[in-house]
């Protein structure tokens, strides 16, 4: 989605390289900690804050992300996993429409490359209507993909564990390599349907096989 993801990428710059450790922390937001996390606005701002173990996120019409720059290899550091919870999906998201492009909570990872027409972006999302498993591509950039790891309100309420293989991810759904993983990101916004959710976020990590 152009609309979220462009000013993202356009961001998010190339840093040292990572630790031969076979975890990496990337949030500890169940210690209340954001260091190298940083606010990216968009239209209206969601407010963020710690409660619940974790770091709350509470959209009412509007859209601003944390982000955090990186630069890993993740053929090295293949698996990320988070855990988040939600009160309720958004009743008018529609991922074909550029209206509609909104969830309840978002994970990006991000994967900048030399040119910016070539960057790339995966959102795994927590959605309303997506099938669990499913990916879509953004109605704004065939470059950022959509991951329904969540899909709908059975689990609403609960905190849930999630892991992916980050990098077979990228190899399927854009057919190469990925480079450098350039950052992540957390996000959720209701600035297109114009609804009112909350969500919240524990810690993410990547590790090695």
Not at 41 to 59: I, P, R, V
Not at 67 to 82: A, E, G, H, Q, V
């Amino acid at each position: 989605m152009l609309k979220h993801t462009l000013p993202l990428l356009l961001l998010l710059a190339f840093t040292a390289g990572s630790s031969g450790a076979a975890e990496i922390p990337l949030a500890r937001f169940t210690q209340s900690d954001l260091s190298g996390w940083s606010d990216k606005a968009f239209k209206g701002k969601t407010e963020y804050s710690f409660s619940d173990g974790g770091l709350k996120a509470h959209s009412a019409k509007g859209a601003s992300g944390k982000i955090k720059k990186i630069s890993i290899d993740t053929r090295n550091y293949p698996k990320l996993s988070w855990s988040w919870r939600i009160d309720h999906t958004l009743r008018h998201e529609d991922i074909a429409r550029k209206s509609g492009d909104d969830f309840a909570a978002r994970v990006y990872v991000i994967f900048p490359r030399t040119f910016f027409w070539r960057m790339r972006a995966i959102n795994y999302v927590w959605s309303s209507k997506l099938p669990k498993g499913s990916h879509v591509p953004s109605p704004h950039t065939a470059n950022a993909v959509s991951v329904a790891v969540e899909s709908g309100d059975a689990k609403a309420g609960n905190w849930v564990f999630e892991e992916r293989n980050v990098y077979e991810d990228y190899k399927r759904i854009f057919g190469e390599d990925p480079p450098l993983l350039g950052g992540i990101a957390v996000m959720t916004d209701t600035d297109d349907t114009r609804e009112e959710t909350t969500a919240w976020y524990g810690d993410i990590t990547l590790r090695s096989e």
